[in-house]
């Protein structure tokens, strides 16, 4: 880690708003957006403020990224959260895929396990998010870029049914001497950088269970019907 100067301001957890705290500087030549804190109380790690993307850069860097039906290694990927979706909410069961992309690659893969399958991304449409009473919600590689993370997981919980679960698929933190070399960080649209210890914060302000079954993989349930084992 490169030694860090006291911060010249105080900038507030965009999770639970207490003061972050240095975590990382970047070096001259670092592909990292922005400079990192840490927060001491849900200890999430935030790309500065001054570096977060505006609404039209992330539009303009969605339309980059290559997530193909085609690809086996997008397909292989997104099996990681199949998986213990599939464990935690069997089909048949309509879900809804929150942030699925251009291309809705992840609910056209439940469409063909059995899975009554809606999708949506705020920057690529429809313009409001389908159906509410569903029994889960997919959050793929979207949790790391949303600016109000308690306002989007409230939003996505309100088309759930008592029980429902959120299945949320995120790189997390790797230990501090790792973090220099962890490629996810070097995404600009990347604000905000999750582990268990946040996603567990997340879960008891909510009022939420929430398990790991899996690196980077966390499954949420909402009360209502008592819940299996996660």
Sequence with gaps: MVPFPAPLTREPCPLCGSALVPFFQRGPRDPSPGDYRRCPGC???????????????????????ENHPDD??????????????????????????????????????????????????????????????????????????????????????????????IGVMTGWVPPAHRFRRWHYRRDPTHVALYGPDSLRWIARHLGWRVGFPGPDIAIFRLPGTPPPEL
Excluded: N, S
């Design 43 to 65: 200890t999430l790690v935030v790309l500065e403020r001054a570096a977060w993307p505006d609404a039209g850069f992330e539009r303009r860097y969605y339309r980059t990224h």
């Design 72 to 165: 086996p290694g997008y397909l292989r990927f997104l099996e990681r959260l199949v998986q213990p979706l599939r464990k935690a909410c069997p089909p048949p069961a309509r879900g809804l895929d929150w942030g699925c992309g251009p291309q809705p690659v992840l609910a056209d893969r439940l469409r063909a396990l059995g899975y009554e399958m809606a999708a949506w991304d705020p920057v690529f449409g429809p313009p409001q998010p389908p159906a509410r009473g569903l029994d889960f919600v997919t959050c793929t590689e979207v949790i790391e870029h949303l600016h109000h993370p308690l306002t989007e997981l409230r939003a996505m919980a309100a088309h759930l049914q008592g029980g429902g679960i």
